[in-house]
C-alpha cells in the first residue's frame, strides 16, 4: 500500500496508508483535511496541495488556478490526481470559520417546554412529552432537565445548551459541517448520496459525528459550574434544510435531485436522539426537526419566520437566507409565498480565484478611493491581519465599487483601466497586488449568476404578491452571510433593487432562534407547523418568462 506523508500546518507531519490508485482529493477529504465547494470533480480549484517528492502530470485545468511558480514548486489540484506511488506533500493551511453567527433574533413567548418532569405518587419523576408519559427515572430529578437547540447548515453548525426550567442559555458551541469535504451545497451533496455506494449513510455518518463532538464540547464546557451529564440531556430541537434534515436522518434525499424535486416525508421529523441517532444524550430524548415549505424552502426558513414573528405581522416583510442557495418568503397581510434560487456558493467565498470564507484575514469589505485612472483600492480585514483572500461580502462591496465607478459595464465587463491586467488573455481587476488578491473577469461572472437568481427571486415574489418594491416595508436578512455585509453592497452589486436598501435588517441565526422557541414551547411547534403548511411556494423554473427575467437580473 502507498504511504503518504502529509505536512499539515496545523497538525505537523503524518503518514497515512492509500489503497493504490485512490483520488488524492477523496483520500484527504475522508481524513477531514481539504475540501472543495465542487466535491472534487476539478472545477473549483479549492483543493490545492503541494507534491514534494515527485513531478505530478500536469493537467491543463491546472494551469487556470496556479502560475508558473507555483506549478514548478509542485502544486496541484488534488482531484486530478491518483496515489500510485509513496508520496509527501504539503496542505494549505486550513480555513477557519472565526465568527459563526450564533445568536439571532428572537421575538417574545410564552415558555411552556415540550419536555417536562413531574412526580408520582412514589416520589419517582415522570418524563414527559406533552400530556405523555415517555419515560421513569428513580427518585427526584426535577431539577435537571437540559435541551439543546440547533442549527444544522449547510457550511456551519451551532449548538446552545438550553436549561429547559429557567429558558437560559447556558453555552453555544459551533463547528464547520464536516459534509462540506462532498461539496459545498445542497445540490452537490444530494448528487453524492446518489452516484456514491452508500453515500447517503456516509453523509450521514458525517454529520452525526458532528454533532457528537459537539455536545461533548459542551458537556466538557459545563465541567465545574454545573457537573452536566449525557443523562441530563432530554429534547433537542433542530433548524435546518431539507437536505440537511433527509441526510441527518439517514432517508436517501434523492427525491429532492430529479423533478418534481420533493422531500421524501412531509411535516417536522421526531427521532430519538439515543436510539436512532447514537447521540450522547438520554435514552428518552426526543429530535424534533422543524417541518419545512418544499425541498428547496427548508424548516430554517419557517423557523427564521417563527423567530421573527413574521406570520403574525401586519407589515409587509420579505425574509431572505443568502448562502449556497438563496431562500426568500415574502408575507402580505397574512398570505405568504416562497422561492429558493441557486445563488451558488460565489457568496460564501467559494468558487472564486481569491476566495474565502470569513475568517480572520479576509478581505469584508472594499473601497475605490478617487476618481477614473487615479482611483486607488482600500480594504478592511477580518481580525486586522494580513489579507489572504475576499470573502462573500468583501466580494460583493468589489463588485458593487467597480460598479459604481464604472469600471464594470452592465453587462459584467471589466473596462480598461490603470487596476485592470490581462493575465494569461484574461482580466482582472486588482485588489491587492503585494498579497496576490485580485477579482478575474470570471469572477465576476460567478457574481452575476447569484445577482441573476436572487434579483429574479424577488421580482417574483413581488409579481406574486402583486406588489411593487416600494411597498415593502422591512427586509429581513438572515444568516451568516449578513454578518459582514453592508446594505449598500446588496443594492450597488444588484442582488437587491435599490428601492430596499433603506429598509434591510439583519436578524443572525433566526434557524437556530426558531429551533429555541420549539425547544422551549409546545405551542410554537404547533405554530411552526402551521407556517410550514401555509405558505405557497413558487418553482421558478417552471415560470413563463422566468429565464428572461433571469438573464435581465444579471445586468449591474
Request: with cysteine; proline share 3%; glycine share 10%.
Given at each position: 500500500?502507498?504511504?503518504?506523508?502529509i505536512?499539515?500546518?496545523h497538525d505537523g507531519?503524518n503518514?497515512?496508508?492509500s489503497?493504490m490508485n485512490?483520488?488524492?482529493?477523496?483520500?484527504?477529504a475522508d481524513?477531514n483535511?481539504?475540501?472543495?465547494?465542487c466535491?472534487g470533480?476539478g472545477?473549483c480549484?479549492k483543493?490545492k496541495v503541494?507534491?514534494?517528492?515527485q513531478d505530478?502530470?500536469l493537467h491543463?485545468?491546472e494551469?487556470?488556478f496556479?502560475?508558473?511558480k507555483?506549478?514548478?514548486q509542485g502544486?496541484r489540484l488534488?482531484?486530478?490526481?491518483g496515489?500510485?506511488?509513496?508520496?509527501?506533500?504539503?496542505?494549505s493551511?486550513k480555513?477557519v470559520?472565526?465568527?459563526?453567527v450564533s445568536d439571532g433574533?428572537?421575538?417574545?413567548f410564552?415558555?411552556?417546554p415540550h419536555i417536562s418532569?413531574?412526580l408520582?405518587q412514589?416520589?419517582?419523576?415522570?418524563l414527559?412529552a406533552?400530556?405523555?408519559?415517555?419515560?421513569?427515572?428513580?427518585?427526584?430529578?426535577?431539577?435537571r432537565l437540559?435541551?439543546?437547540?440547533?442549527?444544522i447548515g449547510?457550511t456551519?453548525v451551532?449548538a446552545s445548551l438550553?436549561?429547559?426550567?429557567?429558558?437560559?442559555e447556558?453555552?453555544?458551541?459551533s463547528?464547520?459541517n464536516?459534509?462540506k469535504n462532498?461539496?459545498q451545497?445542497v445540490?452537490t451533496?444530494?448528487?453524492?448520496?446518489?452516484?456514491?455506494?452508500?453515500?447517503?449513510?456516509i453523509l450521514?455518518?458525517?454529520?452525526l459525528?458532528?454533532?457528537?463532538n459537539?455536545?461533548?464540547?459542551?458537556?466538557?464546557?459545563?465541567r465545574?459550574?454545573y457537573?452536566?451529564t449525557p443523562?441530563d440531556?432530554?429534547?433537542?430541537?433542530?433548524?435546518a434544510n431539507?437536505?440537511m434534515?433527509?441526510?441527518?436522518a439517514?432517508i436517501?434525499p434523492?427525491?429532492?435531485?430529479?423533478?418534481p424535486?420533493?422531500?421524501?416525508?412531509?411535516?417536522?421529523?421526531v427521532?430519538?436522539g439515543?436510539?436512532?441517532?447514537?447521540l450522547p444524550?438520554?435514552?428518552?430524548?426526543?429530535v424534533?426537526c422543524?417541518?419545512a415549505?418544499?425541498?428547496?424552502v427548508?424548516?430554517d426558513?419557517t423557523?427564521?419566520?417563527l423567530a421573527?414573528g413574521?406570520?403574525?405581522?401586519s407589515?409587509?416583510?420579505?425574509?431572505?437566507?443568502?448562502?449556497?442557495?438563496?431562500e426568500m418568503?415574502?408575507s402580505k397581510?397574512g398570505?405568504?409565498?416562497a422561492?429558493?434560487?441557486?445563488?451558488?456558493p460565489?457568496?460564501e467565498?467559494?468558487?472564486?480565484s481569491c476566495g474565502v470564507?470569513?475568517a480572520?484575514g479576509a478581505?469584508?469589505?472594499?473601497?475605490?478611493v478617487?476618481v477614473?485612472?487615479d482611483?486607488?483600492?482600500?480594504?478592511s480585514?477580518?481580525?486586522e491581519a494580513?489579507?489572504?483572500?475576499?470573502c462573500?461580502s468583501?466580494?460583493?462591496?468589489?463588485?458593487a465599487?467597480?460598479?459604481?465607478?464604472g469600471?464594470?459595464?452592465?453587462?459584467?465587463?471589466l473596462l480598461?483601466?490603470?487596476?485592470?491586467?490581462?493575465?494569461?488573455?484574461k482580466?482582472r481587476f486588482?485588489i491587492d497586488?503585494?498579497n496576490?488578491?485580485y477579482l478575474?473577469?470570471?469572477?465576476i461572472?460567478q457574481?452575476?449568476?447569484?445577482?441573476g437568481?436572487?434579483?429574479?427571486?424577488?421580482?417574483?415574489m413581488a409579481q406574486?404578491?402583486?406588489?411593487?418594491?416600494s411597498e415593502?416595508d422591512?427586509v429581513?436578512?438572515?444568516g451568516?452571510?449578513g454578518?459582514h455585509l453592508?446594505?449598500e453592497?446588496?443594492?450597488?452589486?444588484?442582488l437587491?433593487?435599490?428601492?430596499?436598501e433603506n429598509?434591510i435588517?439583519?436578524v443572525g441565526?433566526t434557524?437556530?432562534?426558531?429551533?429555541y422557541?420549539c425547544?422551549?414551547s409546545?405551542e410554537?411547534?404547533e405554530?411552526?407547523?402551521?407556517?410550514a403548511?401555509?405558505?405557497s411556494?413558487?418553482?421558478?423554473?417552471h415560470l413563463?418568462?422566468y429565464?428572461?427575467?433571469f438573464v435581465k437580473?444579471?445586468?449591474f
Amino acid at each position: 500500500m502507498p504511504q503518504v506523508v502529509i505536512n499539515d500546518f496545523h497538525d505537523g507531519v503524518n503518514s497515512y496508508k492509500s489503497d493504490m490508485n485512490t483520488n488524492l482529493y477523496q483520500f484527504l477529504a475522508d481524513l477531514n483535511l481539504i475540501d472543495a465547494p465542487c466535491g472534487g470533480v476539478g472545477c473549483c480549484g479549492k483543493c490545492k496541495v503541494r507534491i514534494l517528492n515527485q513531478d505530478f502530470t500536469l493537467h491543463n485545468t491546472e494551469k487556470e488556478f496556479f502560475t508558473e511558480k507555483e506549478l514548478s514548486q509542485g502544486w496541484r489540484l488534488a482531484c486530478l490526481h491518483g496515489v500510485e506511488t509513496d508520496i509527501t506533500l504539503e496542505l494549505s493551511p486550513k480555513e477557519v470559520i472565526s465568527e459563526i453567527v450564533s445568536d439571532g433574533y428572537l421575538r417574545d413567548f410564552v415558555k411552556k417546554p415540550h419536555i417536562s418532569k413531574t412526580l408520582d405518587q412514589n416520589g419517582n419523576t415522570l418524563l414527559m412529552a406533552g400530556d405523555e408519559v415517555i419515560g421513569q427515572e428513580q427518585g427526584d430529578t426535577r431539577n435537571r432537565l437540559f435541551g439543546l437547540a440547533m442549527d444544522i447548515g449547510t457550511t456551519t453548525v451551532v449548538a446552545s445548551l438550553i436549561d429547559l426550567l429557567t429558558g437560559q442559555e447556558l453555552t453555544s458551541i459551533s463547528c464547520l459541517n464536516g459534509q462540506k469535504n462532498f461539496g459545498q451545497d445542497v445540490i452537490t451533496r444530494i448528487n453524492y448520496a446518489m452516484t456514491q455506494t452508500k453515500g447517503t449513510l456516509i453523509l450521514q455518518k458525517t454529520i452525526l459525528q458532528d454533532l457528537r463532538n459537539l455536545i461533548e464540547g459542551i458537556l466538557t464546557q459545563c465541567r465545574g459550574n454545573y457537573p452536566l451529564t449525557p443523562h441530563d440531556i432530554y429534547d433537542i430541537s433542530i433548524g435546518a434544510n431539507a437536505t440537511m434534515i433527509h441526510l441527518l436522518a439517514g432517508i436517501d434525499p434523492s427525491s429532492m435531485g430529479k423533478s418534481p424535486y420533493a422531500t421524501a416525508f412531509s411535516g417536522p421529523l421526531v427521532m430519538n436522539g439515543s436510539k436512532d441517532l447514537k447521540l450522547p444524550v438520554s435514552e428518552h430524548c426526543l429530535v424534533y426537526c422543524l417541518p419545512a415549505v418544499s425541498a428547496f424552502v427548508g424548516g430554517d426558513i419557517t423557523a427564521g419566520i417563527l423567530a421573527c414573528g413574521i406570520h403574525d405581522a401586519s407589515k409587509n416583510v420579505l425574509f431572505i437566507d443568502i448562502g449556497t442557495n438563496g431562500e426568500m418568503v415574502l408575507s402580505k397581510n397574512g398570505k405568504f409565498y416562497a422561492c429558493s434560487c441557486a445563488a451558488g456558493p460565489a457568496l460564501e467565498g467559494m468558487n472564486i480565484s481569491c476566495g474565502v470564507r470569513a475568517a480572520k484575514g479576509a478581505i469584508e469589505d472594499v473601497q475605490l478611493v478617487g476618481v477614473g485612472k487615479d482611483i486607488a483600492v482600500k480594504v478592511s480585514v477580518i481580525g486586522e491581519a494580513k489579507p489572504t483572500g475576499l470573502c462573500g461580502s468583501g466580494l460583493l462591496s468589489a463588485v458593487a465599487e467597480l460598479a459604481r465607478t464604472g469600471i464594470l459595464h452592465k453587462s459584467g465587463r471589466l473596462l480598461e483601466h490603470p487596476l485592470v491586467e490581462r493575465v494569461a488573455g484574461k482580466k482582472r481587476f486588482i485588489i491587492d497586488q503585494d498579497n496576490e488578491i485580485y477579482l478575474t473577469q470570471q469572477d465576476i461572472r460567478q457574481v452575476q449568476l447569484a445577482k441573476g437568481a436572487i434579483l429574479s427571486g424577488i421580482q417574483t415574489m413581488a409579481q406574486a404578491n402583486e406588489m411593487t418594491f416600494s411597498e415593502i416595508d422591512q427586509v429581513m436578512v438572515a444568516g451568516q452571510f449578513g454578518a459582514h455585509l453592508k446594505a449598500e453592497s446588496l443594492t450597488g452589486a444588484g442582488l437587491f433593487p435599490q428601492e430596499l436598501e433603506n429598509v434591510i435588517t439583519y436578524v443572525g441565526n433566526t434557524s437556530k432562534s426558531g429551533a429555541y422557541l420549539c425547544l422551549l414551547s409546545s405551542e410554537e411547534r404547533e405554530a411552526a407547523e402551521k407556517i410550514a403548511k401555509k405558505i405557497s411556494y413558487i418553482e421558478l423554473s417552471h415560470l413563463d418568462g422566468y429565464d428572461s427575467l433571469f438573464v435581465k437580473g444579471m445586468e449591474f
